[in-house]
């Protein structure tokens, strides 16, 4: 016999599957809320450890937003949300499975692709999704150990936060990073990179950037890089004054960058930087050029601001001679098995985080929350709140929930373990998260720098650290 709200006579069993801000803040919030019942969460991850996108998605050198971690850590620690690692969803366990072992499942997969970038010369070799390098340099248990940096010179294309990121790390100095948990071969790789110069791209203008005061003033904090601005760039519509009046975030950023162009017409030459950061605005991408499938540049068009804060081309055209271009565009959802999955917004389709059939009716006990849910935009905070929407839903189609015909906690464990998937835990990842640390203290003893952790990147090696409990 089906329970229902009114009278449960078990906690209503909830399945998330990421483990990664979004998927602990929807797991944090149902626990908190006040409801006529209790509730019983797994956390799912396909990676052994917990964090998603803060984890492997955040620059190394970063370590402000890496704060998010301990937050994440404290609501994991309390040791009401049992995590479960390394289980890929459609792979290890299916949402026929999911649905006969919980009454309600969440869906917080993410975002991890690059959004595709329509230009000639794309699928060139040293054309590269920024989402690649990231997942790269934060040692991604899933991609090569080798990434190519014989490029001199360097394009970035986008004015986001990760392109910032991309181009901050391609910049800097290999030594500069070995404060940071960053893995050995990624340091590797940049010691020995032959970059001089890199060059962000952004449509727009100054007034129009999509990234955060904090993100641009730690261009200036890198060792013997100089930053190059073009005064051509600075000439604002009147949208764009309108803004700088109006929104502090954007007084702020103009106020640095226009700082930064006075400083520069007094630099010294002969005092000049190894590396150089240079930061154009209003120009588009038209073409990544090539020879013999190799990339041998980049085409831009000049564009012009139309008064609203838009842009419109002008057809001059520029060339610059760069042997790599990396496309930080944005990020894009991957579809999700047993869900209609909407490809032009790289989301599940949903109506405030309750997901939708083929006809647009919300499925019985299925949500999503994230960014698999809105679509790879904002902060932490709009993760919160997006994350109370869709509990809020899900609490209130409780009497049509408490429908999973196996509820036990032990029931999915034992599916797993018939199938031979070897699951990490909570306490997996503290043994993971002890040895990363030991590491780091390892390499303060032996180098010249303290180091918190230093990554362990190979999926085996984690698995069997977190199984083995250290």
Do not use: C
């Amino acid at each position: 016999m089906t329970e229902t709200a009114s009278t449960p006579s078990r906690p209503l069993r909830i399945a998330i599957v990421g483990a990664g801000p979004a998927g602990v803040y929807t797991a944090d919030l149902l626990t908190k809320a006040e409801k006529p019942f209790e509730v019983s969460i797994d956390l799912f991850d396909r990676y052994p450890a917990p964090y998603g996108l803060i984890r492997y998605g955040v620059a190394p050198d970063h370590p402000r937003i890496k704060g998010i971690v301990k937050a994440l850590h404290k609501v994991m620690d309390r040791g009401d949300i049992r995590f479960l690692g390394d289980v890929d969803f459609g792979r290890d366990v299916s949402l026929e499975d999911l649905r006969r072992h919980y009454d309600a499942v969440v869906f917080s997969t993410g975002a991890i692709r690059d959004a595709e970038l329509d230009v000639p010369g794309v699928d060139l070799d040293g054309s590269y999704g920024a989402a690649d390098f990231v997942n790269w340099y934060d040692g991604h248990p899933d991609v090569s150990r080798e990434w190519p940096l014989t490029a001199r010179e360097v394009a970035v294309i986008g004015n986001g936060n990760v392109a910032l990121d991309v181009a901050r790390v391609l910049s800097k100095h290999a030594e500069d990073m070995l404060v940071t948990e960053i893995p050995d071969n990624v340091y590797a790789g940049l010691r020995d990179s032959a970059v001089t110069d890199v060059h962000i791209f952004g449509r727009r203008g100054p007034a129009q950037v999509k990234f955060t005061p904090l993100e641009l003033r730690e261009l200036a904090h890198s060792r013997d890089v100089d930053i190059v601005l073009y005064p051509e760039d600075f000439e604002f519509d009147e949208a764009s004054e309108q803004a700088a009046e109006t929104n502090n975030q954007i007084k702020t950023m103009l106020g640095t960058l226009t700082n930064w162009l006075m400083e520069q017409e007094e630099r010294d030459p002969a005092q000049a930087a190894s590396r150089r950061l240079h930061l154009h605005f209003l120009q588009q991408p038209v073409e990544i050029v090539g020879e013999s499938g190799v990339v041998t540049g980049l085409r831009m068009e000049r564009m012009q601001l139309d008064g609203t804060g838009n842009v419109t081309g002008t057809g001059e055209i520029l060339d610059y001679p760069v042997q790599a271009v990396y496309r930080a565009v944005g990020y894009f959802g991957s579809p999700v098995a047993g869900v209609e999955f909407d490809e032009t917004r790289g989301v599940i389709k949903n109506e405030e985080g309750r997901v939708l059939d083929d006809a647009g009716t919300p499925v019985p006990g299925i949500y999503t929350s994230g960014w698999i849910k809105r679509g790879p935009v904002g902060l932490i905070g709009h993760t919160k709140s997006d994350a109370l929407e869709t509990i809020t839903h899900l609490l209130a189609d409780a009497e049509h929930l408490f429908t999973a015909a196996e509820p036990s906690e032990a029931s999915i464990l034992q599916l797993l373990e018939d199938r031979g998937v070897e699951y990490t835990t909570w306490e997996g990842w503290l043994a993971l998260d002890a040895h990363e640390q030991s590491l780091g203290q390892e390499r303060s003893e032996a180098g010249p720098v303290q180091r918190e952790r230093v990554k362990v990147v190979e999926r085996a090696e984690m698995v069997e650290i977190s199984r083995n409990l250290g």
